[in-house]
């Protein structure tokens, strides 16, 4: 069944998807500290160098501020990665035929398992819908609380409902084994 292949082809897109997610919310997390110091810095609580010398204190601000754009170019570019990998997860989504109206057992099955594996790929779609909102607004705000709220959010996949798939896998899995053994069940 090509459905299972899919599914095989999810599994490692997925775990490329957690590495991406992670490397996110260091970024994330690296992002929300550069951006508060940069808010919050005050020149006047250093020494008298950097008090009495504007041009220090523009080279200084500067340099915190290259930074901290680097680290968003960086994490613009790992949200790039993880559209990429739901870009392949749609692909591979969209290559399989499957029967609207299945007559055999099989096609049922192929059927009900299409309709989870798009479940699925829904879910990791509406969390890159998140985290592009998340990057979006993570240097509008200076809450602190807001901003940990966003890095928690795109830590944890909130619109990614990791019990439900597992369940799925589950299931993919004893339909794997129904289909290689020698006798199918009817209907």
């Known amino acids: 069944m090509i459905i299972i292949k899919t599914y095989e082809n999810f599994k490692s897109l997925s775990n490329q998807w957690n590495t991406f997610r992670d490397k996110g919310t260091k970024l994330c997390s690296d992002l929300v500290n550069k951006h508060l110091k940069l808010s919050y810095t005050d020149l006047y609580d250093y020494n008298d160098s950097i008090k009495?010398?504007?041009?220090?204190?523009i080279k200084f601000k500067e340099t915190q501020f290259n930074d901290l754009q680097q680290t968003y170019i960086?994490?613009?570019s790992?949200?790039?990665e993880l559209k990429a990998i739901c870009e392949k997860?749609?692909?591979s989504l969209n290559s399989i035929r499957i029967p609207k109206n299945p007559t055999t057992y099989e096609s049922k099955l192929e059927l009900k398992l299409f309709e989870y594996l798009k479940d699925i790929i829904t879910m990791y779609i509406n969390?890159?819908?998140n985290k592009n909102q998340i990057v979006d607004n993570l240097?509008?705000?200076?809450?602190?609380?807001?901003?940990?709220l966003m890095i928690t959010?795109?830590?944890?996949?909130?619109?990614i409902d990791y019990k439900k798939i597992s369940i799925i896998n589950e299931i993919f899995l004893n339909e794997t084994t129904i289909i290689s053994s020698p006798s199918k069940p009817n209907k």
């Open 139 to 148: 240097l509008v705000s200076e809450d602190r609380e807001q901003l940990l």
């Open 74 to 76: 960086k994490l613009s």
């Open 153 to 159: 959010c795109w830590s944890n996949d909130i619109h």
């Open 127 to 129: 969390s890159l819908e």
């Open 78 to 80: 790992t949200l790039l």
């Open 89 to 91: 997860m749609e692909e």
């Open 52 to 57: 009495d010398n504007i041009e220090l204190q």
